[in-house]
């Protein structure tokens, strides 16, 4: 390496001109690996392939930031971390380089063994997409360095004249010429560095775009949903209508959304097939039209995450359209040791739930539409299952392929090894969505409202308590059924002051939501909601 070093043709650039290029390298081989996994049709990339392991991989220790982490906004800060710590080791590989001249390959080959290995062990991944895109971000990388080290070092000839006379200030300019120094040609590396972000930066949006939406959206457009052969109607009015309230029915583009998944699964309904299998005497599949053609259900449900603290927002009323369950299962011939039924995603996610519960006559659907549309991509396209009275993380597999009978004791789904309980059924729940947390309002009549719900169960009576007051019987929305929440209003004579509002729910069994404040995991929180408000 010292023979190198002392070579005049070598001439080392600054640390932070070395770093800049290492991390403008790193930035080319991230994007050319993305638009490689693009152009191979791949849904997972290196990058989200590395960011779906640490998922798996952490997901139990980060078990209580759940929410935050498998939260849209969060999968986002994990992609942009894996970015940013690429662009970091990517600086370090080009300070390394000044001095050690494998440091390109070996730096950028051990990021591409990782990415290949991360793409490869991948359920949506391949050890051909994980080669080949691999391969092609190591060259890029290396190669990219190279580029920007020649046109670092370019014009250390002419450099060496004094920056007036090409214009190019150097970076030793007090002195020039001398033997071994460094000089930069500024004008050539930041015209490369320039280049190279351009291209990483068209090369990684053309790689999302390619991998956005298209095959999703063409079923869209192929798909005309059937009649539903039985229909719970959603009330055609509901009885108070109060700025703020959540409306009975969530519209789509509100409902919340939780997963695991960096990169929406997009699943054409073309070629997608639904397997029924395990303890089944006649285990078989079907695709989209077969699906669309059996008999149907349309009917509303509310489903919540257990990760929903009290007084979240991560649940919702939809109304869904589907087949069945039990009819599914009563044509495979279901066994009676068949004590499980684990749905299965295209994304390696699973959840399972007792048989019993899909066979006791509650809704528990393949569904294929939301709210009237065919499923959007971030709810499930091409299936889901909706099972009332079960948080989703046990029952409401997204891009479902697979619903296989198993026995109970021998599988255990995605969030079970994880720290979450194997059971999960809905808690009774109530919140306040009126008025709104930081509101100030003014006294006189003022509404008090929000939802309340137990799926399955049903809300018998919502109760609301103004401080220390009694607790008043709110006014109850029509709910369609059971399985939806409800709204709930109140009207409250305000005085001037501090209150705090609380509110509790009681269910169609009698039971009262108890007071006991607890974190969602393992099982899902409990608690009233409470609001503080200033009246003047
Ligand atoms: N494939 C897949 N399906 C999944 C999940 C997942 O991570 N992957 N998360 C589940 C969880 S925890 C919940 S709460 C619901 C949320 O459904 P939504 O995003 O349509 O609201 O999806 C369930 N289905
Ligand atoms: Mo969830």
Redesign the pocket.
Known sequence: MTTTQSSPTARRLSVPVAAVAGAVSAAVALAVGELVASLLSSPVSLVTAVGSEFVDRFAASLKDLAVAL?GTNDKVALVVGIVVVSLILGAVIGVLDRAWRLAAPVGFGAFGVLGAWALASDVQGSLLVALVSAASAVGAGVGALSALRRAASRNTATAVIGPSSTGSATEDSRSPGRPGAVTLDRRSFALAVGGLIFVAGTGGLAARAMRAGGAVDASHRRTVLPRATSTTPVPAEQPFAVVGLSPYVTPTGD???????LST?QVASDGWRLRITGMVDQPFELGYEDLLALDSVEAPVT?????NEVGGR?V?NAVWQGVPLASLLDRAGLRPEATQIV?R???G?T?GFPTAVALDGRTALVAYAMNGEPLPA???HPA?LIVSGL???V??????EEIELTTWESFDG??VPRGWSKVGPIKLQSRIDVPRADASLVAGPQPIAGVAWAPDTGVERVEVQIDDGPWRTARLGASASADTWVQWHLEWDADAGDHVISVRATDATGQTQTSELTDPAPDGATGWHTRRVRVT
């Open positions: 498998f409902f919340y959304r939780i997963d695991t998944a699964p489903i919540a995450c257990v990760s991560l919702g749905g995603s295209v994304d996610f959840a971030d709810h499930g889901r948080y989703g993380y029952s409401a597999t997204k891009w479902l995605y969030w």
